[in-house]
Protein backbone atom coordinates (compact mmCIF):
# COMPACT_ATOMS: atom_id res chain seq x y z
CA UNK A 1 0.00 0.00 0.00
CA UNK A 2 1.08 3.43 -0.54
CA UNK A 3 2.93 4.65 2.47
CA UNK A 4 3.41 8.54 3.58
CA UNK A 5 5.91 9.53 6.04
CA UNK A 6 5.83 12.22 7.65
CA UNK A 7 9.27 13.46 10.03
CA UNK A 8 9.50 14.41 12.75
CA UNK A 9 7.31 12.76 14.49
CA UNK A 10 7.79 15.42 18.12
CA UNK A 11 9.25 18.45 18.00
CA UNK A 12 9.23 21.14 21.24
CA UNK A 13 10.51 24.43 19.87
CA UNK A 14 11.19 27.54 21.93
CA UNK A 15 8.53 30.68 20.99
CA UNK A 16 9.54 32.96 18.25
CA UNK A 17 11.45 29.94 16.47
CA UNK A 18 10.20 27.92 13.13
CA UNK A 19 10.12 24.89 12.94
CA UNK A 20 9.85 22.61 9.65
CA UNK A 21 7.91 19.76 9.17
CA UNK A 22 8.29 16.98 5.70
CA UNK A 23 5.80 14.63 4.63
CA UNK A 24 7.09 12.45 1.84
CA UNK A 25 5.46 9.45 -0.23
CA UNK A 26 8.14 6.95 -0.47
CA UNK A 27 6.38 4.76 -3.07
CA UNK A 28 4.22 6.65 -5.27
CA UNK A 29 4.51 10.26 -6.69
CA UNK A 30 1.82 12.33 -5.09
CA UNK A 31 -0.24 14.77 -7.46
CA UNK A 32 -1.16 16.70 -4.47
CA UNK A 33 -0.54 16.86 -0.79
CA UNK A 34 -2.89 18.24 2.15
CA UNK A 35 -1.53 19.51 5.66
CA UNK A 36 -4.07 19.22 8.60
CA UNK A 37 -4.23 20.36 11.97
CA UNK A 38 -5.88 18.63 14.84
CA UNK A 39 -6.13 20.35 18.34
CA UNK A 40 -6.86 17.78 21.56
CA UNK A 41 -10.40 16.40 21.45
CA UNK A 42 -11.35 18.04 17.96
CA UNK A 43 -11.05 16.77 14.66
CA UNK A 44 -9.05 17.30 11.75
CA UNK A 45 -9.37 20.85 10.26
CA UNK A 46 -8.20 21.15 6.52
CA UNK A 47 -5.35 24.26 6.72
CA UNK A 48 -4.10 24.04 2.54
CA UNK A 49 -3.97 22.13 -0.35
CA UNK A 50 -0.60 21.46 -1.67
CA UNK A 51 0.32 20.80 -5.44
CA UNK A 52 3.91 19.89 -7.04
CA UNK A 53 5.46 23.55 -8.47
CA UNK A 54 2.48 25.87 -7.49
CA UNK A 55 1.34 28.16 -4.55
CA UNK A 56 -0.42 26.35 -1.76
CA UNK A 57 -4.12 27.04 -1.12
CA UNK A 58 -4.98 28.11 2.33
CA UNK A 59 -8.29 27.58 4.03
CA UNK A 60 -10.05 30.29 5.14
CA UNK A 61 -8.73 31.91 8.68
CA UNK A 62 -5.49 30.01 7.98
CA UNK A 63 -2.46 32.73 7.49
CA UNK A 64 -0.34 31.69 4.67
CA UNK A 65 2.72 33.65 5.85
CA UNK A 66 2.48 31.96 9.51
CA UNK A 67 2.71 28.61 7.61
CA UNK A 68 4.28 28.04 4.74
CA UNK A 69 4.14 25.86 2.60
CA UNK A 70 6.85 24.48 -0.55
CA UNK A 71 5.59 21.42 -2.64
CA UNK A 72 9.12 21.26 -4.78
CA UNK A 73 8.28 17.83 -6.38
CA UNK A 74 6.26 14.86 -6.72
CA UNK A 75 7.27 13.27 -3.34
CA UNK A 76 8.13 16.03 -0.92
CA UNK A 77 5.97 18.85 0.50
CA UNK A 78 7.28 20.75 3.58
CA UNK A 79 4.91 22.95 6.09
CA UNK A 80 7.28 25.64 8.06
CA UNK A 81 5.30 27.15 11.32
CA UNK A 82 6.95 30.62 11.55
CA UNK A 83 7.61 32.70 14.41
CA UNK A 84 5.73 29.70 16.71
CA UNK A 85 3.77 30.78 19.36
CA UNK A 86 2.21 28.07 22.37
CA UNK A 87 -1.02 28.51 20.54
CA UNK A 88 0.62 26.51 17.56
CA UNK A 89 1.07 23.66 19.64
CA UNK A 90 -0.92 21.15 17.95
CA UNK A 91 -0.80 17.93 16.12
CA UNK A 92 0.12 18.61 12.58
CA UNK A 93 -0.79 15.59 9.75
CA UNK A 94 -0.29 15.93 6.25
CA UNK A 95 -1.74 13.33 3.54
CA UNK A 96 -1.13 12.41 0.04
CA UNK A 97 -3.16 11.61 -3.02
CA UNK A 98 -1.15 9.20 -5.73
CA UNK A 99 -1.95 9.94 -9.23
CA UNK A 100 -3.32 6.46 -9.89
CA UNK A 101 -5.63 6.53 -6.70
CA UNK A 102 -6.98 9.90 -6.73
CA UNK A 103 -10.11 8.77 -4.47
CA UNK A 104 -8.23 8.10 -1.61
CA UNK A 105 -5.63 10.02 0.35
CA UNK A 106 -3.41 8.34 2.12
CA UNK A 107 -2.15 9.98 5.98
CA UNK A 108 1.46 10.64 7.25
CA UNK A 109 2.11 9.59 10.96
CA UNK A 110 1.44 13.27 12.31
CA UNK A 111 3.97 15.93 13.87
CA UNK A 112 3.34 16.48 17.51
CA UNK A 113 4.32 20.50 17.87
CA UNK A 114 4.55 21.46 21.31
CA UNK A 115 5.65 25.17 21.88
CA UNK A 116 7.27 26.05 25.02
CA UNK B 1 -24.68 24.10 10.70
CA UNK B 2 -21.41 21.95 10.22
CA UNK B 3 -20.60 20.27 7.38
CA UNK B 4 -20.14 16.97 7.77
CA UNK B 5 -22.00 15.95 11.32
CA UNK B 6 -21.26 13.22 13.99
CA UNK B 7 -22.46 12.15 17.61
CA UNK B 8 -19.33 12.51 19.39
CA UNK B 9 -20.27 9.72 21.95
CA UNK B 10 -18.79 7.92 23.95
CA UNK B 11 -20.66 4.78 22.16
CA UNK B 12 -20.48 1.82 24.38
CA UNK B 13 -21.17 -1.49 23.32
CA UNK B 14 -20.14 -5.10 24.55
CA UNK B 15 -17.50 -7.29 23.37
CA UNK B 16 -19.13 -9.10 20.17
CA UNK B 17 -21.82 -6.75 19.55
CA UNK B 18 -22.29 -4.52 16.37
CA UNK B 19 -21.70 -0.92 17.11
CA UNK B 20 -23.15 1.54 14.36
CA UNK B 21 -21.98 4.56 13.94
CA UNK B 22 -23.34 7.46 11.76
CA UNK B 23 -23.00 10.81 10.18
CA UNK B 24 -24.27 13.08 8.45
CA UNK B 25 -23.36 15.35 5.62
CA UNK B 26 -24.78 18.98 4.16
CA UNK B 27 -23.17 19.25 0.53
CA UNK B 28 -25.12 17.35 -2.20
CA UNK B 29 -22.21 17.55 -4.41
CA UNK B 30 -20.03 15.30 -2.39
CA UNK B 31 -19.05 12.23 -4.26
CA UNK B 32 -16.37 10.04 -2.02
CA UNK B 33 -16.80 9.18 1.66
CA UNK B 34 -14.41 7.76 4.11
CA UNK B 35 -14.66 6.32 7.29
CA UNK B 36 -11.18 6.46 9.05
CA UNK B 37 -10.39 5.14 12.46
CA UNK B 38 -7.93 7.27 14.86
CA UNK B 39 -6.37 5.93 18.18
CA UNK B 40 -5.38 8.43 20.45
CA UNK B 41 -2.02 10.36 19.67
CA UNK B 42 -2.35 8.60 16.07
CA UNK B 43 -2.39 9.76 12.81
CA UNK B 44 -6.07 8.73 11.12
CA UNK B 45 -6.45 5.12 9.63
CA UNK B 46 -8.93 4.31 6.66
CA UNK B 47 -11.14 1.77 7.83
CA UNK B 48 -13.76 2.15 4.46
CA UNK B 49 -14.30 4.30 1.03
CA UNK B 50 -17.57 4.34 -0.12
CA UNK B 51 -18.97 6.32 -3.93
CA UNK B 52 -22.35 4.84 -4.36
CA UNK B 53 -25.34 4.34 -2.57
CA UNK B 54 -25.96 0.88 -1.07
CA UNK B 55 -23.97 -1.30 1.24
CA UNK B 56 -19.97 -2.57 0.62
CA UNK B 57 -18.59 -4.90 3.25
CA UNK B 58 -14.79 -5.49 4.02
CA UNK B 59 -14.31 -8.19 6.84
CA UNK B 60 -16.53 -7.31 10.28
CA UNK B 61 -16.88 -3.71 8.81
CA UNK B 62 -19.78 -2.38 6.47
CA UNK B 63 -20.32 0.85 5.25
CA UNK B 64 -23.66 2.22 3.69
CA UNK B 65 -24.29 5.35 1.75
CA UNK B 66 -27.69 6.72 1.04
CA UNK B 67 -27.11 10.16 -0.83
CA UNK B 68 -30.48 10.72 -0.65
CA UNK B 69 -30.54 11.66 2.81
CA UNK B 70 -26.98 12.13 2.92
CA UNK B 71 -26.45 10.29 5.39
CA UNK B 72 -23.53 7.63 5.25
CA UNK B 73 -23.02 4.80 8.16
CA UNK B 74 -20.41 2.43 9.40
CA UNK B 75 -21.46 -1.22 11.32
CA UNK B 76 -18.52 -2.72 13.01
CA UNK B 77 -19.91 -6.68 13.54
CA UNK B 78 -18.12 -8.80 16.62
CA UNK B 79 -16.68 -5.59 18.33
CA UNK B 80 -13.17 -6.24 19.55
CA UNK B 81 -11.62 -3.96 22.40
CA UNK B 82 -9.06 -3.23 19.87
CA UNK B 83 -11.85 -1.43 17.85
CA UNK B 84 -12.02 0.93 20.44
CA UNK B 85 -11.34 4.37 18.99
CA UNK B 86 -12.60 7.28 17.42
CA UNK B 87 -14.07 7.06 14.60
CA UNK B 88 -14.18 9.90 11.51
CA UNK B 89 -16.43 10.26 8.81
CA UNK B 90 -14.49 12.48 6.23
CA UNK B 91 -16.43 13.46 2.81
CA UNK B 92 -14.72 14.92 -0.11
CA UNK B 93 -16.21 17.69 -2.45
CA UNK B 94 -15.36 15.99 -5.97
CA UNK B 95 -12.48 13.86 -6.62
CA UNK B 96 -9.84 16.15 -4.99
CA UNK B 97 -8.61 14.31 -2.29
CA UNK B 98 -9.53 17.40 0.16
CA UNK B 99 -11.03 15.58 3.33
CA UNK B 100 -14.16 17.70 5.15
CA UNK B 101 -13.97 15.67 8.45
CA UNK B 102 -16.46 15.51 10.89
CA UNK B 103 -15.74 15.79 14.58
CA UNK B 104 -15.85 11.86 15.19
CA UNK B 105 -17.11 9.50 17.70
CA UNK B 106 -15.04 7.53 20.48
CA UNK B 107 -16.69 3.80 20.18
CA UNK B 108 -15.79 1.77 23.22
CA UNK B 109 -15.77 -1.81 23.03
CA UNK B 110 -16.07 -3.29 26.80
CA UNK B 111 -14.87 -6.88 27.56
Known amino acids: GAVVSQHPSRVICKSGTSVKIECRSL??????MFWYRQFPKQSLMLMATSNEGSKATYEQGVEKDKFLINHASLTLSTLTVTSAHPEDSSFYIC????????????FGQGTRLTVV | QKEVEQNSGPLSVPEGAIASLNCTYSDRGSQSFFWYRQYSGKSPELIMS????GDKEDGRFTAQLNKASQYVSLLIRDSQPSDSATYLCAVSPGNTGKLIFGQGTTLQVKP
Open chain 1, 95 to 106: SAIEIAQERVAF
Open chain 1, 27 to 32: DFQATT
Open chain 2, 50 to 53: IYSN
